[in-house]
């Protein structure tokens, strides 16, 4: 266990609607960053959270946003969804940035019909 | 090109035997190299990290790092059955972090 949880375990949405993901970081970590793994697939980077500020962010469309909390919670938006969404969505912890061991949640299995 | 590349494998050893996971990478300017394993329905398990060139040693786990070749791997010694699952190998360059597609291990009884 890495103590890094997400909510919820299982979604499943229509195409167009938007959907937001969980994730509460280890305790004494900072940085969240997040994860689209579909599947046969090794993790697609998303975007990064340091300190509430976006810290870095991969190859996805403005649709995918991001929030990091005070406590270093986060969530991830998505809005208009593609059926292509469909994936497991995995939050990781680290502390200060990418240069750091990243340790991840269960993750979220979102299904797009 | 892929900023990470794997062999997808399957990669099959017998029990005992040492298992050599390979890896390679694009940018020349990544900084921090991982290993990650995940059992099939499960997130990635972080094994290693290795910040320098040579090699690292954890237990049954060795990672290797060329930075010259841009070249990264892991050798498992004594391989045991539960250590039967995909190996990622992921990369950080700058504000991006790159994971390969995945390297399927079988280690056989």
């Known amino acids: 266990e890495t103590g890094v949880t997400q909510s919820p375990t299982h979604l499943i949405k229509t195409r167009g609607q938007q959907v937001t993901l969980r994730c509460s970081s280890q305790?004494?970590?900072?940085?969240v960053s997040w994860y689209q793994q579909a599947l046969g697939q090794g993790p697609q980077f998303i975007f990064q959270?340091?300190?509430?500020?976006?810290?870095g962010r991969g190859n996805f469309p403005p649709r995918f946003s991001g929030l990091q909390f005070p406590n270093y919670s986060s969530e991830l938006n998505v809005n208009a969804l593609e059926l292509d969404d469909s994936a497991l969505y995995l939050c990781a912890s680290s502390l200060n940035s990418f240069y750091n061991e990243q340790f991840f949640g269960p993750g979220t299995r979102l299904t797009v019909l | 090109q892929k900023e990470v590349e794997q062999n997808s494998g399957p990669l099959s050893v017998p029990e005992g035997a040492i298992a050599s996971l390979n890896c390679t990478y694009s940018?020349?300017?990544?900084?921090?190299f991982f290993w990650y394993r995940q059992y099939s329905g499960k997130s990635p398990e972080l094994i290693m990290f290795?910040?320098?060139?040579g090699d690292k040693e954890d237990g049954r786990f060795t990672a290797q790092l060329n930075k010259a070749s841009q070249y990264v791997s892991l050798l498992i010694r004594d391989s045991q059955p539960s250590d039967s699952a995909t190996y990622l190998c992921a990369v950080n360059a700058g504000n991006q972090f790159y994971f390969g597609t995945g390297t399927s291990l079988t280690v056989i009884p």
């Open positions: 305790s004494g970590h900072n940085t």
């Open positions: 940018d020349r300017g990544s900084q921090s």
């Open positions: 290795i910040y320098s060139n």
């Open positions: 959270y340091y300190r509430e500020e976006e810290n």
